[in-house]
């Protein structure tokens, strides 16, 4: 059975940084692509940030040059490190497959709120 299980959100001021972990069981993360992606109230779901099987990344303009996506296959975990948060990256933040970035998120989700 596929599970994610996000973690790592919390509340931080402007400037600060968040490292959100995405673990992953029921399948081999290493040999699919993942994304991690954003939904903030009263707006549409974001695409944040991408990688691939090979580790090729990409990212939304709005997070390039702050935000790196990495992963860890030994321990079937996805990573997001995030750097000069500002507050419009408040939103509640999921880890997924990308061929299912536009489905329900299979995991709760983990809160990130930025004050100013």
């Known amino acids: 059975q596929v599970q994610l299980v996000e973690s790592g959100g919390g509340s931080v001021q402007a400037g600060g940084s968040l490292r959100l972990s995405c673990a992953a069981s029921g399948f081999t993360s290493s040999n699919v692509c993942m994304a991690w992606f954003r939904q903030a109230p009263g707006k549409e779901r974001e695409g944040v940030a991408g990688?691939?099987?090979?580790?090729?990344?990409t990212y939304a303009e709005s997070v390039k040059g702050r935000f790196t996506i990495s992963k860890d296959n030994a321990k079937n975990t996805l990573y997001l490190q995030m750097n000069s948060l500002k507050p419009e990256d408040t939103a509640m933040y999921y880890c997924?497959?990308?061929?299912?970035?536009?489905?329900?998120?299979r995991g709760q989700g983990t809160q990130v709120t930025v004050s100013s």
């Open positions: 990688i691939d099987s090979v580790g090729s990344t």
């Open positions: 997924t497959k990308t061929s299912e970035i536009r489905s329900p998120p």
